[in-house]
T-cell receptor, first 113, second 110 residues
Framework: QKEVEQDPGPLSVPEGAIVSLNCTYS??????FMWYRQYSRKGPELLMY????GNKEDGRFTAQVDKSSKYISLFIRDSQPSDSATYLC?????????????FGIGTKLQVIP | DTAVSQTPKYLVTQMGNDKSIKCEQN?????MYWYKQDSKKFLKIMFS???????INETVPNRFSPKSPDKAHLNLHINSLELGDSAVYFC?????????FGPGTRLLVL
C-alpha cells in the first residue's frame, strides 16, 4: 500500500461547479498537509498548508483534514477554467530532525467553460 | 525575480552520456531538494541537502550524484545516462516544510 493514495483522474467539471479533491494516507505520523497546483509543463506551486484537523479557507479554496480517518480534501468553489491543472496532495513526516515530504500522484482537473 | 531557477530547461542526450543540471535559490532557505517526476506524473524525492549537508538520500542509483557548493545551490550530475532516466527533474527549496519548486528540467535520453 502506498503511503499516500490519490485518484489520478482526470476529473472534468463545468465552470462554476464545486470541485472536491481527496487523498488518503496510511502513516499516522504525518503531521503537516499541503496541496500543490501544477500547471502543464510547470513546477508545483503551494496552494494550502495545514497541520491540524479541521478546515482552512483561502478565497475559493478550502482544505480539510480528518486525522482520525487519515483523509484530506481540497474544495474549490466556483471553479474557473484557469483552475485546470493537476492538484497534488503532500504530507510531511518529521524525520531525524528534518522534514520529509511525500506526494500523492496528483489529480488532473479540467474545468470546462 | 525567480525564486528557484534551474538550468537547462531542456536536455536531450544519448544513452551513456554524462550530464549535469544546476539549481539556484534566492530565498535564503537552508534546505534544497531534487525530485524526479516520471511520465505518470509521480513526484518522487531523490535527495535533500540542509546547509550543504546531505540529509535525505532515497534509493537512487549511484550514477546520480548531487553536490551543494553552498546553501543557495544544488547541482545534480548523472553518469552513464539510461533510457529510464528520461523524466522531469525538479529542484525545490524550503524553510520549515513548505517547498518552493523550480520550473523543472526536461531530460530526454535517446
Amino acid at each position: 500500500q502506498k503511503e499516500v493514495e490519490q485518484d489520478p483522474g482526470p476529473l472534468s467539471v463545468p465552470e462554476g461547479a464545486i470541485v472536491s479533491l481527496n487523498c488518503t494516507y496510511s502513516n499516522s505520523a504525518f503531521q503537516y498537509f499541503m496541496w500543490y497546483r501544477q500547471y502543464s509543463r510547470k513546477g508545483p506551486e503551494l496552494l494550502m498548508y495545514t497541520y491540524s484537523s479541521g478546515n482552512k479557507e483561502d478565497g475559493r479554496f478550502t482544505a480539510q483534514v480528518d486525522k482520525s480517518s487519515k483523509y484530506i480534501s481540497l474544495f474549490i468553489r466556483d471553479s474557473q477554467p484557469s483552475d485546470s491543472a493537476t492538484y497534488l496532495c503532500a504530507m510531511i513526516l518529521p524525520s531525524g530532525g528534518y522534514q520529509k515530504v511525500t506526494f500523492g500522484i496528483g489529480t488532473k482537473l479540467q474545468v470546462i467553460p | 525575480d525567480t525564486a528557484v531557477s534551474q538550468t537547462p530547461k531542456y536536455l536531450v542526450t544519448q544513452m551513456g552520456n554524462d550530464k549535469s543540471i544546476k539549481c539556484e535559490q534566492n530565498l535564503g532557505h537552508d534546505t534544497m531538494y531534487w525530485y524526479k517526476q516520471d511520465s505518470k506524473k509521480f513526484l518522487k524525492i531523490m535527495f535533500s541537502y540542509n546547509n550543504k549537508e546531505l540529509i535525505i538520500n532515497e534509493t537512487v542509483p549511484n550514477r546520480f550524484s548531487p553536490k551543494s557548493p553552498d546553501k543557495a545551490h544544488l547541482n545534480l550530475h548523472i553518469n552513464s545516462l539510461e533510457l529510464g532516466d528520461s523524466a522531469v527533474y525538479f529542484c525545490a527549496s524550503s524553510q520549515g516544510g513548505t517547498q518552493y519548486f523550480g520550473p523543472g528540467t526536461r531530460l530526454l535520453v535517446l
